[in-house]
């Protein structure tokens, strides 16, 4: 029905009783169909005068979250994502410059002043990485391309929450924020001038350079981790009073 009727977020489905009616199944189904509907985020049911079952526009954030709750035991790396990264941020940085306005300009580049100076303390870096892939979640933000923002937004997201990500995140790497803040002053420059084929070469430089940083990082947290791992074993419990060694309680 709500294909169908090419009903948008915001308008009321029918009543239980005329859904029952116009489906001919019972009460049962109906709301079984409804509650399935609710957990996908695409209807919100209200109570009280004027309630009901309401559609909703589902929010980017938690379409991302659920995808990524796919990729939880897939073992994803940060090989895989630089892979999709190299492939369509390109492309979205193309498209974008074909129409990208000031407004949408500005919005970007005040997100960079996160990042536009030398940090701190290691938690303002951490603080700045996370805007820095933040700045790439505002571009696909901006894209005609559903399907190519959603996907390019999601694979930034991706690098936010990944757990080797967020031990990266905790070294030093003063030349991931300056080669990254680099980048992006001039890809806006590209988008400024309205220039495609600049913007594309100037991204595609950009995901190399980050992509060869990011997998050395991710050798040196490994190695460090793997190296401290042995002293973080729990030494054995003794065996205390009416406790057998080796018995399972």
Do not use: W
């Not at 990524?68 to 630089?82: E, Q, R, V």
């Not at 919005?107 to 940090?119: F, G, R, S």
């Not at 805007?131 to 937004?153: D, I, W």
């Not at 030093?172 to 070469?201: K, V």
């Amino acid at each position: 029905m709500i294909r169908d009727h090419a009903m948008q977020p915001g308008e009321r489905l029918p009543q239980e009783p005329d859904l029952i009616g116009a489906f001919g199944v019972s009460k049962g189904t109906i709301r079984e169909a409804l509650k399935m509907l609710e957990t996908q985020g695409l209807i919100q049911m209200r109570t009280g005068p004027g309630g009901g079952a309401f559609i909703t526009d589902i929010p980017a954030a938690r379409a991302r979250a659920l995808v990524a709750n796919y990729f939880f035991f897939k073992g994803l790396s940060i090989s895989d994502i630089y892979d999709m990264r190299q492939a369509l941020e390109p492309e979205l940085a193309a498209e974008l410059a074909t129409h990208l306005g000031d407004d949408a300009l500005a919005v970007l580049n005040d997100a960079m002043v996160e990042y536009d100076h030398p940090p701190a303390t290691i938690e303002e870096e951490q603080r700045q990485r996370i805007a820095e892939l933040e700045f790439h979640e505002r571009l696909a933000e901006f894209s005609n391309n559903p399907l190519l923002g959603f996907t390019c937004g999601f694979l930034a997201a991706l690098l936010k929450d990944l757990a080797v990500c967020r031990r990266i995140y905790r070294y030093p790497n003063p030349q991931l924020r300056e080669r990254g803040f680099s980048y992006q002053t001039q890809l806006l420059e590209a988008l400024r001038a309205g220039d495609p084929e600049t913007a594309r070469s100037i991204m595609k430089a950009h995901m190399r350079a980050a992509r060869r940083m990011m997998t050395a990082q991710e050798a040196v947290v490994n190695r460090d981790f793997l190296q401290l791992a042995p002293e973080r074993k729990a030494a054995p419990r003794p065996a205390g009073p009416g406790r057998r060694r080796g018995h399972r309680g």
